[in-house]
C-alpha cells in the first residue's frame, strides 16, 4: 500500500480519496466479486463503499498495490454540530466534546458550527463571528485536532440549505410539532415563532445525512432529534431507494449535566454555567454559586449526595475522592463550602492543559480560520457529491448543458 504522502503524488487520484490511511489491505478479486466496484475503465477503478459513501479512487489498474484494497476496514463516519454559543461550558464538554475527541482515533470524524440554526434564537447576529471563533479554539484546546476531523461553519457548504428542503418536502408537519424541543421554543420566545424553529430537527437532519454521518455524539437533550432523523432518512430511503444511513446517537457517561441552578440543564442562556477557558478565580466563584442539596439547610446536617448537583460534578472532576467525599457530606463531616472549594480546585487542576492549550492557538491570529477554510472545502467535497446522488434517486430532472445538445 502506498502511504499517504505517495497517494497524494498520485496524478489519477480523484478528489475524494478520503483518508486513505483508514484503509488495509485486502484482496483486488475479493472487491470485485463483492460487487463493490461501481465501474471499471481501462485506466480507472471507481469503488463505492458498502454506504454507498462514494468513496472513489481513479488508480491505474497497472499500479502494484491495487492488489491490495479492503473495504471492510472503512471508518464510520461521525458528525456532530455545535450552536455558535462562543465559549463552551462543562456540559457541552461532558455531554459531547469528550465524545468527539475520542471517536477521532476510530472514525472519520466531522465537526460543524450550525450558524444558521443559531438564526432561530438570535436576537442580533453581532456577535456570532467572534462568539464562532471562541467556540473553535475550545474545540481545538480540548483536542479535535483539525489533521484528523473536518471541523466548518455550516452556512460554508449551501448544500445542506438544498437538503434541508427536500427532506421538508416528506416530513409531516405533525411529526415537527410534537418535537420536545419546538413546544419549549415556544413558550420561550412567543414573540418569535419562526418557520425555521419547526423546521430546525429537518435542517438537523439535513446536517447529518448530507455527510452520511452514522454516529452522532450529542447531549441527552438531543436524543428526540435523532429519533426524528432517523424517521426522516428511512422515509427517503423507502421512497427513492437506499442513500442515507440510519444515525445513532453516542452518549457520554454525562449525557446530562444540570446547571448551578439546581434546576435547569446547564446552559449559557439560563446563566448557570461553567466554561472550560474559564480561569480558577473565575470557577472559584462560579461553583461558589452553585445550588447543593435542598434538604441539608444547616452545617450539622446530614446531606444527600445523590441529590446535590456539586456532588455530579465531583464524579467527573474529583474521582479519587468520590467515595469519602460522599460519606463525609452523609456524616456531615464536611460543609457545602469546603466540598464546593474542593471541586473548584479539582475543576481548575483538570482543565489547566486545555487552557494552556488554548492560549497556544490563541497566540496564532489565523490559525481558527484557516481551519474552518480548509473544513468548508472537505466538507463541501462530500456535500456535493451527497446531493448529486439524493437528487439522482429522487429522479428530479437533470440539468443539461446547452453544449452536450448543440453538438
Ligand atoms: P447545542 O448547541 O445546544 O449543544 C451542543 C452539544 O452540547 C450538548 N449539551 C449538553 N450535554 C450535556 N449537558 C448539558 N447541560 C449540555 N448542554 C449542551 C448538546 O446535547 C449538544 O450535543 N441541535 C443541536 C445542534 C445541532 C446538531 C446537528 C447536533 C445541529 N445539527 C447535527 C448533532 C448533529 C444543539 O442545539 O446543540
Known amino acids: 500500500m502506498p502511504n499517504c504522502a505517495q497517494y497524494d503524488k498520485l496524478p489519477s487520484l480523484q478528489p475524494l480519496l478520503f483518508n486513505p490511511c483508514c484503509y488495509t489491505c485486502q484482496d483486488y478479486t475479493w472487491a470485485l466479486g463483492k460487487k463493490e466496484i461501481a465501474a471499471v475503465k481501462p485506466e480507472l477503478v471507481v469503488f463505492s463503499d458498502r454506504n454507498s459513501r462514494n468513496f472513489q479512487c481513479g488508480l491505474p489498474l497497472s499500479c502494484s498495490y491495487m492488489l491490495n484494497f479492503d473495504n471492510t476496514q472503512m471508518a464510520k463516519r461521525v458528525f456532530s454540530g455545535f450552536r455558535p454559543t462562543g465559549k463552551q461550558h462543562i456540559g457541552n464538554y461532558l455531554g459531547t466534546i469528550q465524545n468527539c475527541v475520542s471517536l477521532q482515533a476510530d472514525y472519520d470524524c466531522v465537526y460543524c458550527v450550525v450558524d444558521i440554526h443559531a438564526l432561530t434564537t438570535l436576537e442580533s447576529t453581532e456577535a456570532l463571528q467572534e462568539d464562532v471563533y471562541e467556540m473553535v479554539l475550545d474545540w481545538l484546546a480540548a483536542g479535535i485536532d483539525p489533521q484528523k476531523s473536518i471541523i466548518f461553519v455550516q452556512s460554508h457548504v449551501p448544500q445542506v440549505e438544498e437538503l434541508h428542503t427536500l427532506f421538508s418536502m416528506l416530513t409531516p408537519l405533525s411529526w415537527l410539532l410534537r418535537v420536545p424541543t419546538f413546544k419549549e421554543k415556544v413558550k420561550m420566545q412567543p414573540q418569535n415563532v419562526n418557520y425555521g424553529l419547526v423546521g430546525y430537527p429537518v435542517l438537523m437532519t439535513a446536517d447529518i445525512a448530507l455527510y452520511k454521518g452514522e454516529v452522532v455524539p450529542v447531549g441527552e437533550d438531543q436524543l428526540p432529534h435523532l429519533e426524528l432523523a432517523r ?52 470557577i472559584m466563584t462560579r461553583v461558589r454559586t452553585g445550588f447543593t442539596d435542598p434538604a441539608r439547610r444547616y452545617r450539622s446536617d446530614p446531606g444527600h449526595p445523590e ?3 456539586i456532588f455530579a460534578l465531583h464524579k467527573f472532576f474529583t474521582p479519587a475522592r468520590v467515595e469519602e467525599i460522599a460519606s463525609e457530606c452523609r456524616h456531615a463531616s464536611i460543609g457545602c463550602v469546603d466540598c464546593k472549594k474542593i471541586l473548584a480546585r479539582s475543576i481548575s487542576s483538570a482543565l489547566e492543559p486545555f487552557r494552556e492549550k488554548r492560549a497556544v492557538f490563541v497566540a496564532k491570529p489565523n490559525y481558527v480560520t484557516e481551519v474552518l477554510a480548509e473544513g468548508a472545502n472537505r466538507a463541501q467535497a462530500i456535500a456535493e457529491e451527497t446531493i448529486k446522488e439524493a437528487k439522482e434517486k429522487m429522479k428530479l430532472p437533470r440539468r443539461v448543458n446547452l453544449g452536450d445538445i448543440r453538438e
Not at 237 to 264: I, W
Request: charged letters at 20%; proline letters at 7%; hydrophobic letters at 40%.
Open 307 to 309: 441529590a446535590c448537583n
Open 231 to 282: 424517521e426522516i432518512v428511512r422515509r427517503f430511503n423507502s421512497l427513492y431507494g437506499f442513500v442515507f444511513p440510519e444515525p445513532q446517537a453516542k452518549l457520554t457517561s454525562f449525557p446530562l449535566v444540570a446547571g448551578l441552578d439546581g434546576v435547569q440543564k446547564m446552559s449559557k442562556s439560563y446563566n448557570n454555567h461553567i466554561e472550560i477557558a474559564a480561569s480558577p478565580e473565575e
